[in-house]
C-alpha cells in the first residue's frame, strides 16, 4: 500500500497550549497508520488558505490543521470540492467544528481518529461568497468576536469576560430577514446560520444541526430583557436552546438578512465587516473530513456535561504532565 502523504499545518498563535514538539507527535502516531507528515507553521493571517493551496497543487492526501475554527476555515476553503481531506487537531480557543464532529479535544485521541481513516462529507455555508463550515453570525456573538480579537490574551476565561463585558452594553439591531420570498423584519439581540450545533466550548447555537443534511439552521434571537437574555446564556450551555419561546429556528438552504447599515459579522468565530446585506446559502457535501466512525447523539443537559466533564479530565491531565 503507498504511503499518505499529510501537510500539517500548524497556527503558532491559536489557543493556549503549547504547539512544541507537535510535529514529532504526529509523525509518531500517524507513521504507523502509513502516514508521512510535512509540518509548516502559518505566519499570518490568511497563510493557511496558500499553504493548503500548495498541498493539493503538490498531490497531498490531507491536509491536518492545528489551531482553531479560524484555521479551520481557512484550510477547508480550499480543500472543499477536492478530494484532499480535512484532519483537525483542536487547538484553538472554542473548536467549535471539532466538537461538533464528536473529535476528543486531547491530540492523542484526535490524531487517533486521523488514523483510523474514517471520512465524512460535511456541508458548509456561504455567505457573500465566503465559507464558514461552523458558524455565522451578526449581533451580538459578532460584537463579542471583535471584541475578543484584540485581545493580547486568547482562551476561555478572555472570552467569558469580553462576554460579560458586551452583554452589559449590548442593544438588540433591526434587521430583515427573508426566506423562500417571505420578510421577516424583526429587532434581534442575533441571528446564527449555522452548520454545526454549537459555536464552540460547549455553546450549543443550534442543538439541532446536522454538518450533512443538506440545510442550515437560522437562529433569531428576539430582544427581551437582561433576565430573560441570562435565561437564553442558561439554554446555550445546557442545550435546551431550541425550546427556548425567544428563539426562532428556520432550516434553509438560502436566506438574506438585511442590516440598517453595515455591523460586524463573524465567520467561525472571526470578525469581518462584509456589507449589510447578507446572501447566505448551503453548499452541500462539499467537504472531506475525518471524524469518529459512530455519531454520538445529542442529549440536552447529558451531552454538555459529558463533554465538560471531558475537557475538565484533560485539563487536569494536561497540568499534571506539565
Known amino acids: 500500500m503507498a504511503q499518505k502523504q499529510a501537510l500539517l499545518v500548524v497556527n503558532p498563535r491559536s489557543g493556549t497550549r503549547s504547539k512544541s514538539g507537535l510535529e514529532k507527535l504526529v509523525g509518531e502516531r500517524l507513521a504507523p497508520c502509513g502516514i508521512a507528515v510535512e509540518a509548516v507553521s502559518t505566519q499570518r493571517p490568511g497563510h493557511a488558505v496558500e499553504l493548503a493551496a500548495?498541498?493539493?497543487?503538490?498531490?497531498?492526501?490531507?491536509?491536518?490543521?492545528?489551531?482553531?475554527?479560524?484555521?479551520?476555515?481557512?484550510?477547508?476553503?480550499?480543500l472543499a470540492h477536492t478530494s484532499v481531506a480535512l484532519g483537525i487537531l483542536p487547538l484553538g480557543s472554542g473548536n467549535g467544528l471539532a466538537r461538533s464532529l464528536g473529535i476528543p479535544q486531547d491530540v492523542g485521541e484526535a490524531l487517533r481518529i486521523i488514523g483510523q481513516g474514517h471520512v465524512i462529507r460535511s456541508d458548509r455555508g456561504i455567505v457573500n461568497g465566503k465559507p464558514f463550515y461552523c458558524t455565522f453570525g451578526?449581533?451580538?456573538?459578532?460584537?463579542?468576536?471583535?471584541?475578543?480579537?484584540?485581545?493580547?490574551?486568547?482562551?476561555?476565561?478572555?472570552?467569558?469576560?469580553?462576554?460579560?463585558?458586551?452583554?452589559?452594553?449590548?442593544?438588540?439591531?433591526?434587521?430583515?430577514?427573508?426566506?423562500?420570498?417571505?420578510?421577516?423584519?424583526?429587532?434581534?439581540?442575533?441571528?446564527?446560520?449555522c452548520n454545526a450545533p454549537q459555536?464552540?466550548?460547549?455553546?450549543?447555537?443550534?442543538?439541532?444541526?446536522?454538518?450533512?443534511?443538506?440545510?442550515?439552521?437560522?437562529?433569531?434571537?428576539?430582544?427581551?430583557?437582561?433576565?430573560?437574555?441570562?435565561?437564553?446564556?442558561?439554554?446555550?450551555?445546557?442545550?435546551?436552546?431550541?425550546?427556548?419561546?425567544?428563539?426562532?429556528?428556520?432550516?434553509?438552504?438560502?436566506?438574506?438578512?438585511?442590516?440598517?447599515?453595515?455591523?460586524?459579522?463573524?465567520?467561525?468565530?472571526?470578525?469581518?465587516?462584509?456589507?449589510?446585506?447578507?446572501?447566505?446559502?448551503?453548499?452541500?457535501?462539499?467537504?472531506?473530513?475525518?471524524?469518529?466512525?459512530?455519531?454520538?447523539?445529542?442529549?440536552?443537559?447529558?451531552s454538555p456535561l459529558r463533554s465538560m466533564l471531558n475537557d475538565l479530565r484533560y485539563d487536569v491531565m494536561a497540568k499534571f504532565k506539565g
Open 54 to 78: 500548495q498541498a493539493v497543487a503538490s498531490g497531498f492526501d490531507m491536509v491536518i490543521s492545528a489551531g482553531g475554527d479560524g484555521t479551520v476555515n481557512e484550510i477547508a476553503s480550499v
Open 138 to 193: 451578526v449581533g451580538f456573538d459578532a460584537a463579542v468576536s471583535e471584541k475578543f480579537a484584540t485581545e493580547k490574551r486568547r482562551g476561555r476565561i478572555t472570552y467569558v469576560r469580553n462576554v460579560i463585558n458586551e452583554f452589559l452594553k449590548y442593544r438588540s439591531q433591526p434587521y430583515a430577514i427573508s426566506i423562500d420570498g417571505k420578510v421577516v423584519t424583526e429587532k434581534a439581540f442575533l441571528i446564527a446560520a
Open 199 to 302: 459555536y464552540g466550548n460547549n455553546a450549543y447555537i443550534a442543538p439541532n444541526a446536522k454538518l450533512s443534511d443538506g440545510l442550515l439552521d437560522l437562529i433569531v434571537i428576539h430582544e427581551g430583557s437582561p433576565l430573560s437574555t441570562v435565561k437564553v446564556g442558561v439554554d446555550l450551555i445546557t442545550g435546551y436552546l431550541d425550546r427556548n419561546a425567544r428563539i426562532d429556528t428556520f432550516r434553509i438552504q438560502s436566506a438574506t438578512i438585511t442590516c440598517m447599515e453595515e455591523c460586524p459579522v463573524h465567520i467561525d468565530g472571526d470578525p469581518r465587516r462584509i456589507g449589510n446585506r447578507l446572501e447566505i446559502s448551503c453548499d452541500s457535501s462539499s467537504l472531506s473530513v475525518f471524524a469518529p466512525e459512530k455519531e454520538e447523539e445529542f442529549k440536552p443537559i447529558v
